[in-house]
């Protein structure tokens, strides 16, 4: 039986958005694992495999059911010991654990200040709702205001990415000649904005867009695949 | 013969103060390697070893010179595999590259920002009018308005440290369960603050502060050795 990977979807079921399941999406093809997608919009994730995970994605392989992008990337290593690493050993295992964190304090805060009407308006009816009322109780503001100095948050976006552009100096990927895991987690920030919205946050010349081209590229274009809003 | 390390001193000559030394020297203890070392000044450094390198760390192993704290680590686990690892497999050395780049852009500037006017104090003489004149001429200002928004600068610092507090809520160390280079790194630009200047950047309750001191307790209280200036 394949693997079986659950994806989130507005509603044009071709375009998975979610950052945590393109890192998944990238960590299948990494390990060269053959599986199928099933699409979800925001709403059906809770009852999915009887309630397993309030978030995608998840995976099951066989009678296994694992959940979080990381703990994912983890169980493959661990499952498929003779695949490529994604961490390629314990010191990568420990410091993508730094690139999650810092992906997610200084990258997700700001795709959501730019993209989150976007993301909104990509959803089914159901989903917009959900979407709507969770984020704007958690934001505490109206998902509008949120947005409303984007352009400033599109401005300031290039700059956030100033770690990554001195290390592209040394290394063409986080991973050192190859992607590894910690590669698609900067990936997944940069693919969920790309999918969502028409924001244009890096110059063609910057070597982070090299580096992101070169992401896109990789697996048969996987994440080319889905076209840019 | 015992390994060498050059390092960076002001005019006292028992407080090194340098984050690329303070790297290094964490570095040999973390593999129990006996060296001496030799403190220099600035201006000295042109000098040592027949001008071998512009910067210090520099590290003598016999025949061997090496520089720059990075490349010093990885001659230590490629020359002594049988001590503790420094990076803990490829995966390892490659991310440990994206920390010191964001190490790099997001600290460094910040210290300089704070303490520059410190450094400069330390210093002696010859090596006042030699750091003045090169930080001025990179920088483009004289040192005194570099650091004019020092409390700005100061109220500002524990926030761009958010992407390693995020990451301390799943583990102790960037290096997981114990410290790697990739601590070293980090801790080499807060010991660098804490040698040159009274700045208190960290409220004592800050999970980053905590990791500090569990890094100021390795090898015996080796950067606690220096007090606080």
Do not use: N
Request: charged share 25%; hydrophobic share 45%; glycine share 8%.
């Amino acid at each position: 039986m394949p693997l079986k990977l659950y994806a989130l979807c507005g509603a044009d079921r071709t375009r998975p958005f979610s950052p945590h399941v393109w890192k998944t999406m990238l960590s299948l093809a990494h390990k060269g694992l053959a599986h199928e997608v099933e699409t979800v919009g925001f709403t059906q994730i809770p009852k999915l495999e009887e309630g397993f995970s309030p978030t995608v994605p998840v995976l099951r392989d066989g009678d296994r059911l694992v959940r979080d992008s990381f703990d994912i990337a983890l169980y493959l290593d661990d499952a498929y010991p003779d695949r490529p690493a994604l961490f390629s050993g314990e010191g990568g295992r420990a410091m993508a654990r730094f690139v999650e964190s810092w992906s997610m304090t200084t990258l997700h805060p700001a795709v959501m200040r730019i993209a989150l009407v976007d993301i909104h308006d990509m959803l089914g009816p159901e989903d917009r709702a959900y979407f709507r009322q969770s984020r704007e109780r958690r934001l505490g503001r109206p998902l509008e205001e949120v947005v409303a100095a984007r352009a400033d948050e599109v401005a300031a976006f290039a700059g956030k990415l100033e770690p990554l552009r001195a290390m592209l100096k040394v290394q063409p990927f986080i991973g050192g000649q190859g992607p590894l895991f910690a590669d698609y987690i900067v990936f997944g920030a940069l693919q969920w904005l790309r999918v969502a919205s028409p924001a244009k946050v890096l110059q063609d010349d910057d070597p982070v867009a090299a580096w992101f081209e070169r992401c896109l590229d990789l697996y048969e274009g996987l994440g080319r695949g889905v076209r840019a809003a």
